[in-house]
């Protein structure tokens, strides 16, 4: 079994391109290194399974020897060390990669997705057990996914994001840096023995681009520099989005904000996520039209959407970098304590952008979602973040992907939806159990609006999460969706143009 399944396991490299013939023997032999085995004997055929399942089987004969421990963080480090050696070198891939990209751009990406899934850099099989679905709301459908691949995220304090900018450890010095490439992990450093990304630049600086191995959506990128540096928002990062977007222009890109609370998990190095995907908010219309002076010829407006969006459109990229940066600092200085808006309390900071940059066509499109993160000792995890009587669903920060309208909920969820779908069917105690004692008021609402059978209760729950969403979204929307709101986002409108 251990040698068919070495053998299968190189056959798959040659079928899928990570090997060639020429390195049949070679791949062999790298595999019986990692295997502690010393002979190999070629069985007259092999059966070709899932990867991972052909992963396993190593793995498991691994632990059975005492090479690797039974726990799901040393098997990812074991089987990714087998998966190392049947990955081509960088010097292999990057050439691939620029001649592609000069003939074009979406072959260069097809390509680069798929050796990405081939490795298993990406799990393919892991990903498949999140539940996705979609919710009709007001806003157009949302995408929600009860994210079953990694564990559920505490929210980032002001304290934990300093605690997380000054530490680093020595090598890689976070899970984005190029060093990654080929390291071998450690307990609490993933490896990336499959690991490779690939070089190209922006606004005139050497980048990276990979493949998140999450994939919350279609082609699910990460660009990230070439450099460890901390990630901000400004004109630079503007400029460079809008320039991702010529290289790759089926691509859209966007940037998480760069404050704690309304940012992304990663503040210590500059990066960006984007791919191939139309979100409910790129989707989303402009439903009140704007001018800014002096950029007469850039359609602008405020995107219908439950956050707080300025869409800018137009040809000549380079105006959209202006105009962007000219609204982000007026944003960054602007405060309007009628609606609670302030740029800063006691020298800290609460203003910043979420950015979106797109192609239409031979246009360009950039969404600035205006964002803040002021908190008070009612609010103390934000005030605009999903408040508490929404965390039975969603307490997470609200980063780039949720803003755009995926809904990355935690694992918990499933077991707890799914408690609660039989209890509401069965008329059960929804707060004698502790799965359900979360989701009691909220269940008990539902109850008010709808007959639970077995043949609906499934839909109706998640439609309510959905719904559930779309409220978490209206909340960390800075302007709300009142005449009250429309008019204090058009007075800062106002301010933009008389600076």
Request: with cysteine; proline share 5%; net charge negative.
């Amino acid at each position: 079994m251990l040698n068919t399944t070495i053998a299968a396991l190189v056959e798959y490299a040659l079928q899928n391109g990570l090997i060639t013939e020429d390195d049949r023997i070679y791949s062999v032999n790298a595999l019986l290194e990692r295997l502690h085995l010393d002979s190999f004997e070629a069985p007259e055929a092999v059966e070709i399974r899932p990867v991972n399942e052909m992963l396993d089987t190593l793995t498991d004969y691994a632990v059975a020897q005492g090479l690797c421990a039974d726990d799901l963080t040393a098997r990812d480090l074991f089987d990714t060390g087998l998966m190392g050696c049947l990955t081509p070198r960088p010097s292999q891939v990057r050439p691939t990669f620029r001649a592609l990209l000069a003939e074009d751009p979406k072959k260069a990406t097809d390509w680069y997705y798929a050796l990405s899934g081939a490795t298993n850099y990406i799990r393919w099989d892991r990903i498949r057990r999140n539940m996705v679905w979609k919710a009709p709301t007001e806003y157009g459908e949302l995408d929600i996914t009860v994210n079953l691949t990694k564990p559920e995220k505490a929210t980032t304090t002001g304290a934990a994001f300093k605690a997380a900018s000054q530490a680093a450890a020595s090598y890689p010095k976070c899970l984005l840096c190029v060093e990654n490439e080929g390291y071998a992990g450690r307990y609490n450093h993933p490896a990336r023995q499959n690991h490779r990304p690939v070089p190209f630049v922006l606004d005139g600086e050497d980048w990276f681009l990979q493949y998140s191995p999450y994939v919350y959506y279609n082609e699910h990128c990460i660009a990230f520099s070439s450099r460890h540096y901390p990630m901000v928002v400004d004109g630079h990062s503007l400029r460079q989005l809008l320039d991702f977007v010529t290289v790759f222009p089926h691509y859209f890109m966007g940037s998480n904000a760069d404050l704690p609370i309304v940012g992304g998990s990663i503040f210590t190095h500059a990066h960006f996520q984007g791919g191939r995907y139309d979100f409910a908010m790129a989707k989303a219309p402009v439903e009140t039209p704007l001018c800014f002076w002096g950029f007469e010829d850039v359609q602008a407006g405020i995107v219908k959407w439950p956050m707080s969006v300025i869409r800018l459109r137009c040809a000549d990229r380079s105006k959209l970098a202006v105009l962007g940066e000219r609204i982000l600092n007026c944003w960054r200085a602007y405060s309007d304590e009628s609606v609670c808006i302030f740029a800063e309390t006691e020298g800290v900071r609460h203003n910043t952008i979420t950015p979106i940059a797109r192609r239409r066509g031979s246009d360009y499109e950039l969404d600035l979602v205006l964002r803040n993160n002021l908190t008070t000792e009612a609010l103390p995890l934000g005030v605009y973040h999903p408040h508490p009587e929404l965390h039975h669903i969603k307490k997470e920060n609200i980063g780039l992907i949720e803003v755009m309208g995926l809904a990355v909920l935690p694992p918990r969820l499933k077991r707890e939806l799914a408690r609660l779908a039989e209890l509401l069917v069965s008329g059960g105690d929804l707060r004698a159990d502790e799965l359900t004692e979360k989701h009691a008021d909220w269940a008990e609402e539902l109850k008010t609006r709808y007959t639970f059978t077995a043949e609906n209760v499934e839909k109706i729950l998640r439609d309510e999460v959905g719904a559930v969403f779309s409220k978490v979204l209206e909340h960390a929307g800075v302007y709300k969706r009142s005449p009250e709101g429309k008019a204090a986002f058009l007075r800062f409108v106002d301010t933009v143009n008389e600076q």
